[in-house]
C-alpha cells in the first residue's frame, strides 16, 4: 500500500528522471485526495514544451531505479515499484486501444 509520503518521495525521484527525457510529473488521485493508504500511485506525465519528450528513455530510466512497465494502454501505464501499483497517466496521448483506458481518438 501506498501512503501520502512514499508516493511524494518516489515522485520526486520520478521528476528528476521525467525532466531529463522531456517531461514533468504530477501527483493525483487518491493519495492526494484522501486520507489513509491508497492501492495505487497515480503520476500525471506531462511534457515540456520546449523539448521533444522521449517516452522510450523515460521508461529505461524508470527501470534502473525500479518501476516497471507493466501494461501500456497508451493513456494509462501500469508500472510496479517493490510489489506496489503505479499508473502513469499521459493526458497528452492521442489514442489508446483499450476503451477502460481511454480508447478514443482526440
Sequence with gaps: ???RESGIELCIAVEEIAK???????????????SGERKDLDIVVYSVRQVNPNQ????????QI??????NYGFVV?????????????PETEKS???????FQL
Design 97 to 103: 486501444d483499450d476503451p477502460q483506458y481511454g480508447g
Design 56 to 63: 522510450d528513455k523515460l521508461f529505461r530510466m524508470l527501470a
Design 20 to 34: 531529463q527525457c522531456g517531461y514533468h510529473i504530477g501527483l493525483t488521485g487518491g493519495l492526494l485526495y484522501k
Design 66 to 71: 525500479g518501476i516497471q512497465e507493466v501494461a
Design 1 to 3: 500500500m501506498w501512503t
Design 78 to 90: 501500469k508500472a510496479r515499484f517493490l510489489g506496489k501499483s503505479i499508473d502513469l497517466l499521459f
